[in-house]
């Protein structure tokens, strides 16, 4: 027996809204819209791992860095310029929590979902 092929099509996220949260991340990361419904949205480039957003009518945004509800998953992102970029993402929607466990290295920010994601000079 051959070993399957096994590839990463999508990370998807929960949320209300998949068309707030898709123009977030589709203009952040200049990721154009692949499919798109009422319900889900992928953003990505064709032959890549692409984002998708997925309606969920009971979603409960995490409430990182409170355990009550844990983050669940979360994005790093590779950036140049901590503080360019953290204005970048503020503008879009982002908002930026209080805790933040290593400001000169990472920042943590939270999307319109409030699904936490870093911004990282790792790996730049």
């Known amino acids: ?3 399957p092929e096994i590839r990463l099509l999508s990370f998807d996220f929960d949320c209300l809204d998949p068309a707030e949260l898709a123009r977030f991340y589709g203009e952040a990361l200049d990721l154009p819209a692949l499919y798109r419904s ?4 992928l953003l990505g480039r064709e032959g890549a791992p692409g984002l998708g957003f997925i309606r969920q009518a009971d979603f409960r ?3 990182w860095p409170d355990p009550a509800l844990g ?4 994005l790093e992102l590779g950036v140049d310029d901590l503080d360019a970029a953290q204005e970048r993402m503020l503008a879009l929607g982002a908002t930026l929590p209080s805790f933040q466990p290593r400001p000169d290295v990472w920042r943590v920010l939270l ?3 409030g699904h936490p994601f ?5 790996g730049i």
């Open 1 to 3: 027996m051959s070993t």
């Open 38 to 41: 009422d319900d889900f949205i």
């Open 61 to 63: 945004p995490p409430t």
């Open 71 to 74: 983050k669940q998953a979360h």
């Open 111 to 113: 999307d319109p979902a």
């Open 118 to 122: 870093c911004l990282s000079t790792h």
